[in-house]
């Protein structure tokens, strides 16, 4: 049957005109490098990533939102920093709970529930902010209420993904999912510091409210996604988040793709010196215009790999591209430590971006992939929790190894043992390098 088509279309292309021919040759070409789409022709997935989508941008609403209003009360960056700090212990706990429930019971329920507390936590904070309130407990109170729904909502999300599209079309979703989420990171805090001179601190909160109303909608006509027929009834407590750890301890190629995601993040993520940087090392080009770009390169990389995922997501060598990134994200790092003109240090903070969505990619495909149906919402809780607390860890020691050290030697140095780490790693335990779809 195969080759009767295939034959059918050798024919037709054949029968091509010249004038056609090379058009359609420049489609085919352009579908191979360009955003791999494949997965928005599935109505589920459609419906799914379009809700994440309105989610990307309303949640930075609210993330500009509570540090300026913290701000605006205190007159102090280092509550500010306290308020991150207490949305952080929730957000852990709750997503491994979170992935535990996920793997319990259906999936769309667990995600209208937390969708809506979601969008019930926004709006108690534009409440407290139209009457008034100017009360620095009550914000924290209320980001770590988000910040557990969150917890919450997030492994149900990713975990839903492989039952909404097949094994080979598994990047191709995570890639789409992750440049909405880098783009959110892009236009929301824009989008929030060209509102707030127009409607004021409040309606951000409400925004991304009404949003969030959007992403409700889209989640209720998802499909049930109940526990597979096979998949043994289970409470979700300590004995199942526990059964979780012991799955990853037991399969080489999870623990591996959780590790990788670690070395690059802890030991490479050098975003608590871009001030330092912005103000020694780049001055002469502005410090606010250093800062900006700093903080924007990596993100704007990671959405150029994105755009371009067609070129890498039909990739089957899984663990290879895991490590190969990994690498390239290292070496980046290591030129940006290096660098002393600011375009080119953005080229590399670039480059770095790009090469932490392959690394995504490919480590969101292999959990979904390597992981029975019955773990994968464990596993997602597992993956939250390590994507939220890396950069973190990373600030406290990249910002002690700036102090110490200076802060371009600390970056240097760090991405150096990034590449160090991960190619010894990729040597010492074949699994990572084996594995392939």
């Known amino acids: 049957m195969y080759r009767a088509c295939r034959k059918r279309v050798d ?87 979170g992935g535990a429930v996920a793997d319990a019971m259906d999936r769309r329920k667990l995600l209208l529930i937390t969708n809506v507390g979601i969008a019930v936590t926004s709006l108690l904070f534009w409440a407290q902010a139209v009457t008034g309130t100017e009360s620095v407990a009550v914000l924290m109170l209320l980001l770590a209420l988000q910040q557990a729904f969150w917890g919450l909502n997030a492994p149900a999300r990713s975990a839903s993904v492989a039952r909404l599209v097949p094994e080979d079309e598994l990047p191709a979703a995570n890639a789409l999912g992750s440049t909405v989420m880098q783009s959110g990171q892009i236009v929301g805090p824009l989008l929030a510091g060209a509102l707030i001179p127009v409607v004021g601190l409040a309606e951000l909160y409400l925004v991304d409210a009404l949003a969030l109303c959007v992403t409700v909608w889209a989640v209720h006509r998802l499909p049930a996604l109940p526990p597979l027929a096979s998949t043994a009834p289970r409470r979700a407590g300590v004995k199942e988040i526990a059964a979780g750890f012991r799955y990853i301890a037991g399969h080489t190629v999870l623990l591996l793709s959780f590790l990788a995601d670690i070395v690059a993040m802890v030991l490479g993520m050098p975003r608590a010196l871009f001030p330092q940087l912005a103000a020694e090392t780049y001055a002469p080009w502005g410090e606010g215009l250093a800062l900006g770009l700093l903080f924007a ?116 140095g760090g991405g150096l043992l990034v590449v160090v780490v991960m190619l010894a790693l990729a040597a010492a335990v074949p699994a990572l390098r084996r594995y392939r779809v």
């Open 297 to 412: 390169a990596v993100p704007v990389g990671a959405v150029a790999g994105g755009l371009f995922s067609g070129t890498f997501s039909r990739a089957r060598r899984h663990g290879w591209m895991v490590i190969g990134s990994v690498v390239v994200w290292g070496a980046a790092v290591t030129g940006f430590g290096l660098s002393d003109s600011l375009w080119l240090a953005v080229a590399f903070l670039a480059v770095a971006g790009t090469a932490d969505m392959v690394s995504m990619v490919f480590r969101g495909a292999i959990l979904l992939s390597a992981a029975t149906d019955e773990m994968r919402g464990r596993m997602q809780g597992v993956f939250t929790v390590v994507v939220a607390g890396g950069p973190r860890l990373a600030d406290v020691l990249h910002g002690g190894a700036g102090s110490a050290f200076g802060a371009r030697e600390a970056v240097a």
């Open 11 to 97: 024919t037709e292309s054949s029968t091509e005109s010249p004038d056609d021919a090379p058009a359609h040759r420049k489609r085919r070409g352009r579908r191979r490098w360009a955003m791999d789409t494949r997965p928005l022709r599935r109505p589920a997935y459609r419906r799914l990533w379009s809700s994440t989508v309105v989610t990307a941008v309303g949640s930075q609403l609210t993330a500009v939102a509570v540090p300026k209003q913290i701000y605006d009360i205190t007159g102090s960056s280092a509550w500010v920093g306290a308020a991150s700090l207490a949305g952080l212990l929730p957000l852990i706990v709750f997503a491994l709970w």
